[in-house]
């Protein structure tokens, strides 16, 4: 025990275990309660009551506690203690000692690349070497994700490999944090529509020498995956090389105002490296990278997003736990 406290409550007298840590994670939380059980447990005398502390405790945190039977409280407002007669909760909303250094590494652009593998449908386990080289990313970094997952419980180490036990939970907290990392954004207008300009973006995708350096994105990616999300301009990834063939084939004109093509140069050549075929000779940024773009798109983009969800993330996630 970190330590206790005396007290009365009414005619009793009651010790409270105290367990403290620096961090509240659902990981923490688990092995801190395994050791206040094992404390409360060489006590024979009655009156003894475990508590878990930190600096902030999440919902789920603070779940694993009331399952356990122990207390809990923390220094952002948080608190439940629940002994002989006595029951005091209290909750707060904020978090004023949120661990943006954790999630700043989550979401990171190279971190970026693991968890688009991890989501992407359907989900497998892998070892973090091969991770790490499906990623393109050091065993450092991958390792570094690896565990990062596993202390939020996100995450399970099996025999095979690491894999996602909660991919939506670890979806929407990286959609939260998503910000485009872009070198360029440029509007343009094209006189095509419709099958013609279909027909042009196939023939940019396959030119000779054209080497995976476009792809389809935000609500132009979305239309092949979902029939609702449609969107009047065209949106597309693109490199140099790749904005050189698709001004050629769709006769790209630039434009200040009234573009109606919009072609977005990333700084992570992992766009085009997880694109995807989604319609033969349409090649379109992968579900998550696209569902991660529609979240920021404005307009109905959130709309999109969660319909993009629910039809085709998670129907692949629950598939992939069969």
Request: aromatic fraction near 10%.
């Amino acid at each position: 025990m970190d330590f206790t406290v005396k007290l009365d409550a009414g005619d009793s007298s009651w010790m409270w275990i105290v367990e403290s840590k620096l961090c509240g994670q659902p990981r923490e939380v688990r092995s801190a309660l395994f050791q206040l059980k094992n404390t409360l447990s060489a006590f024979s005398e009655s009156g003894r009551y475990g508590i878990f502390a930190a600096p902030y405790l999440s919902e789920e945190s603070r779940k694993l506690c009331v399952q356990a039977g122990m207390g809990y409280v923390d220094l952002s407002g948080n608190a439940r203690l629940c002994f002989g007669t006595v029951f005091i909760e209290t909750r707060s909303k904020d978090n004023p000692y949120r661990e943006k250094r954790v999630f700043k590494s989550l979401f990171s652009a190279k971190a970026g690349r693991i968890l688009s593998i991890l989501l992407t449908p359907p989900l497998r386990p892998w070892k973090v070497k091969k991770l790490s080289i499906a990623a393109g990313v050091s065993l450092g970094q991958a390792s570094n994700v690896r565990k990062l997952l596993l202390d939020q419980e996100w995450a399970e180490a099996r025999n095979e490999g690491l894999i996602l036990l909660k991919p939506e939970e670890l979806a929407r907290a990286w959609q939260k944090a998503y910000k485009p990392l872009l070198h360029s954004k440029d509007t343009f207008y094209t006189m095509l529509s419709g099958n013609d300009l279909d027909a042009a973006v196939r023939a940019a995708f396959v030119e000779p020498g054209y080497d995976a350096s476009a792809a389809l994105a935000s609500y132009s990616a979305a239309r092949w995956y979902v029939p609702y999300a449609r969107h009047a301009t065209l949106f597309l990834y693109a490199n140099t090389k790749g904005k050189e063939i698709l001004k050629r084939h769709l006769g790209l004109q630039a434009v200040e105002r009234g573009g109606n093509v919009i072609v977005l140069e990333p700084r992570e050549d992992a766009v085009f490296s997880g694109r995807v075929e989604a319609a033969p000779g349409i090649w379109c940024s992968g579900l998550i990278q696209t569902w991660l773009d529609l979240s920021v798109a404005g307009e109905r983009g959130n709309e999109a997003a969660e319909i993009l969800l629910q039809q085709k993330l998670s129907p692949g996630w629950k598939e992939s736990d069969r």
